[in-house]
């Protein structure tokens, strides 16, 4: 009986154990996961930064009488690339507006990931799902009252 009790023991104990190293891993692996996507963020800016400022270096160059044209050709060129980043740049904080939207709607207990794709689908924003009524909310497939009201206490 002893026996049995130690050993039932050792397991209990071992199973945490094992549950800690699990989840210390995963948050290690999510603050990495963080710091990667600030990193890749940092150096994305400053390779725009670096080409934005070769390109005002050859607009200085060609800035003289007889470069008319290609001073021309050089400031249409420059004022694309500066809205093609800026389309860039827009589109990646749309898209990190939107995980950020999908992960506080699964933080709240029963709304699945696709579920949250649904609502997000539904209402657009946040500012849209606090205004919007529980009655609004049902008419999301697969969503219930519950969640609904978990849903409008959250944002609310």
């Not at 009488?65 to 809205?83: D, F, P, S």
């Not at 093609?84 to 990646?92: G, T």
């Not at 649904?118 to 849209?128: A, D, K, V």
Request: with cysteine.
């Amino acid at each position: 009986m002893i026996k049995c009790i130690k050993f039932l023991f050792h397991i209990s104990t071992c199973g945490i154990f094992w549950f800690l190293i699990l989840y210390i891993k995963n948050k290690k692996a999510k603050s990495e996961e963080r710091k990667f996507s600030r990193q890749a963020e940092t150096e994305e800016l400053e390779r725009m930064r670096e080409v934005e400022a070769r390109e005002k270096i050859r607009l200085r160059k060609a800035n003289s009488k007889k470069n008319i044209r290609l001073r021309e050709a050089l400031e249409k060129r420059y004022e694309a690339q500066a809205a093609e980043r800026l389309a860039k740049a827009r589109e990646a904080k749309a898209a990190r507006e939107y995980d950020k939207f999908v992960e506080k709607l699964t933080k709240i207990p029963g709304i699945t990931k696709k579920m949250a794709e649904y609502i997000i689908e539904e209402f657009n924003t946040q500012q849209n799902l606090k205004k919007a009524t529980i009655e609004n909310m049902l008419t999301v497939p697969k969503l219930s009252k519950r969640q609904a009201e978990a849903i409008k206490k959250k944002f609310s």
